[in-house]
């Protein structure tokens, strides 16, 4: 529920109502969430208030947004991107240029991969890969076929 008079802004509340709502699968991917008014009605909340909650779950990449409503985010698969002992990776908000050449939304960081060696960075959508170290004989922590991995 919603405490009105709680310390904690009214949106960030509905927000983390939705948010479980997603967690537990009440809410499943691609999902509809329900109206703008349906959360005003059932909360007791202004229209202000539910447009900042779903900015912020648009903002966490939970949901997205279309003139249709709001819909629980769909997770794509991720590509695995393995690192050598010596490779580096950063993030950063992307600009512009690259957030249309990634194909990414506003908000999506990316990775910045640079690999031993002294190659071109890498600049990879952060959504879209899972970060998995390698060992120093090249194998992935992680396997179990490795004595790094258990």
């Known amino acids: 529920m919603i405490d009105l008079e709680a310390d904690r802004p009214v949106y960030k509340q509905l927000a983390d109502l939705v948010r479980e709502e997603i967690r537990r699968g009440r809410l499943k991917p691609d999902q509809r969430l329900p109206a703008e008014k349906d959360y005003v009605d059932r909360y007791g909340i202004s229209r202000d208030s539910v447009r900042r909650a ?37 993030a950063r908000i992307p600009d512009p240029a690259t957030r249309l050449r990634l194909g990414i939304r506003e908000g999506t960081p990316v990775l910045v991969v640079e690999r031993a060696g002294g190659a071109d960075p890498e600049v990879l959508a952060a959504d879209r890969w899972v970060i998995v170290g390698a060992s120093p004989t090249g194998r992935r922590v992680g396997d179990p076929a490795s004595p790094e991995g258990a």
Do not use: F, W, Y
Request: glycine share 10%.
């Open 54 to 90: 779903m900015g912020l779950l648009r903002t966490e990449g939970l949901i997205t947004t279309t003139a249709r409503g709001s819909r629980v985010r769909v997770e794509r698969q991720r590509q695995e991107l393995v690192l050598g002992p010596d490779d580096r990776v950063t």
